[in-house]
């Protein structure tokens, strides 16, 4: 999937395409929804199916520090949408300017000039320009105009309840893993790239790779139990904390994780986080002796929650 980063890098050649627009935060089933109608117009038109979405998310401008949790990074994105069979991803800078352009000006300069749209396919709460005053009316009076056809998926639900980003944010907020995987069709994971910490877990024989959470606001915090994907080609397992480790005067919200098992370095890696289960949340101790032994029964409890996993495992494959 080719990744274009900025309207400035579009070429004569990205003209014509077949495209739908949103945030696409954390890529769930609904969206999936909508890209697989895009997928097939695209197959039917023989034109690129692309996706147009935006960095930082429009929240993000204008709510700061107060915006929702981010689901997932641009990177985060790019992966699963790229597992989809997606041809191109535009990533546009959403600045101030870029918000103040009216709907109209939006059509005509982005989706006819720069992009030559063919087919749009979009979600069924699409709003856009200044004021987001566009909607799905004023796109259908523009392809009358200007010679492309738009469609407007309806949301996908889940029992009685309709899949989306803020949906996946409550559930994850409230440590229902379950019911967060349910609506994004995988579980729910964190990716980022290990760097330095001030290895305090070292002093008490619980090594941790530590992940910077480069985003606003988590959408998790606590103790999990984790697997770790990226260190090779085998799954690790392992516990993690997500938050800003209150106990020792943490400041920045980052991940560390402790694999089970494993020696080595990870300076570098890009690591992928699995969330398998919440433990608990994350608790201010009165000293470091007092935190040693709380992880220390975290860890037991996680890895006999891996052991009863792997066990149930084995019996349902022995039935298949």
Same mark, same amino acid.
């Given at each position: ?180 995987? !349910? ?15 001030? !290895? ?121």
């Amino acid at each position: 999937m080719e990744l274009l980063r900025g309207l400035h890098n579009l070429k004569p050649e990205h003209r014509g395409c077949v495209l739908s627009i949103g945030n696409f935060d954390g890529v769930h089933l609904g969206h999936g929804a909508v890209l697989s109608r895009l997928l097939v117009e695209a197959q039917r038109l023989q034109l690129p199916s692309t996706v147009l979405t935006f960095e930082p998310q429009p929240e993000e401008l204008f709510a700061g520090d107060n915006s929702p949790a981010r689901l997932s990074r641009l990177r985060d994105k790019f992966v699963q949408l790229e597992k989809l069979g997606l041809a191109r991803l535009l990533c546009v800078s959403f600045t101030h300017k870029f918000a103040n352009l009216s709907a109209q000006e939006f059509i005509e300069e982005l989706l006819i000039k720069q992009l030559g749209v063919k087919f749009l396919v979009i979600g069924d709460d699409f709003h856009f320009g200044y004021q987001r005053k566009g909607d799905f009316k004023l796109l259908q009076k523009a392809g009358e105009q200007y010679g492309f056809e738009v469609i407007d998926t309806q949301s996908l639900l889940h029992g009685q309840r309709r899949i989306s980003s803020t949906s996946i944010r409550d559930s994850l907020a409230n440590g229902d893993l379950q019911q967060a995987a !349910e609506e994004l069709g995988r579980k729910y994971s964190i990716t980022g790239r290990v760097g330095h910490g001030r !290895e305090l877990g070292r002093t008490i024989g619980v090594p941790t790779a530590n992940l910077l959470l480069k985003r606003r606001v988590s959408p998790v915090g606590g103790v999990f139990v984790v697997s770790i994907l990226g260190v090779d080609d085998k799954t690790y397992q392992g516990i993690a904390n997500i938050g800003k480790r209150p106990t020792v005067q943490g400041i920045r919200q980052q991940l560390e994780v402790h694999l089970f098992d494993f020696k080595g370095d990870l300076y570098g890696k890009q690591l992928e986080v699995v969330l398998e289960k919440k433990l608990r949340d994350e608790v201010r101790y009165s000293s470091f002796a007092e935190l040693k032994v709380q992880i220390e029964k975290d860890i037991q409890q996680a890895r006999a929650w891996h052991l009863l996993n792997n066990e149930a495992l084995l019996m349902e494959n022995k039935h298949e």
